[in-house]
């Protein structure tokens, strides 16, 4: 509980500097604009176990908090789905930004969950900063994922024996077996006669 509430704290606090900074008129004029700049989220996905076999697809969500904050080229409202197949790095696309402001997004996949601001500073310079699901501030945006390749399918069993070198031996036995009782039996026939 603690965690939180000083997570909860520190992003008040660098919301509250980050927005003072962001709003200094250092020139004097009143003026809120700022050069467009354009800024990438970089977010990486890690392979772990069988990665060069893993051919699953992974969908990445990147999220705005508010309705007015700026989005990449191809968003669907305040929404956009990157799809990654096996490891790579997604990318959103990037967003311009022409006003000064702490802007914050999320950054999903699966269970997974980061919360991104970007300040945007008067003189045109910005910066990124994100925290993982648990309020710890990330020094990158980077999600883990697991794979195991499926086991290698086993060959059916068609009845064959592996030890072939047996059925020779048994034909021969028998062969054996059927020459011994032929020549029994003829001495037998022969006794009954004689």
Not at 21 to 44: F, H, L, M, Q, R
Not at 69 to 84: A, D, R, T, W, Y
Not at 134 to 154: H, L, N, R, T
């Amino acid at each position: 509980m603690r965690i939180v509430l000083r997570a909860i704290a520190l992003t008040l606090i660098l919301t509250g500097l980050v927005t003072a900074v962001c709003y200094a008129d250092t020139s004097g004029a009143a003026n809120k604009t700022i050069p467009a700049v354009t800024v990438n989220i970089p977010v990486e996905h890690i392979i772990t176990g069988d990665a060069g076999k893993c051919d699953k697809e992974f969908t990445f969500v990147l999220t705005a908090e508010k309705e007015d904050s700026p989005m990449p080229v191809g968003s669907q409202g305040k929404s956009k789905s990157v799809n990654v197949k096996g490891k790579g790095n997604p990318e959103f696309g990037s967003i311009t930004f022409t006003y000064p402001d702490a802007y914050y997004y999320s950054v999903s996949c699966g269970k997974t969950k980061y919360r991104v601001m970007i300040a945007m500073y008067n003189n045109g310079t910005s910066q990124i900063v994100a925290w993982d699901s648990g309020g710890s501030k990330a020094e990158k945006i980077v999600f883990s994922d697991e794979y195991e390749a499926p086991a290698a399918a086993k060959s059916p069993k068609t009845g064959d024996s592996p030890d072939a070198m047996i059925y020779p031996f048994i034909l021969i036995a028998s062969g054996l077996m059927l020459g011994i009782f032929l020549v029994k039996r003829k001495a037998d026939d022969n006794d009954e006669e004689g």
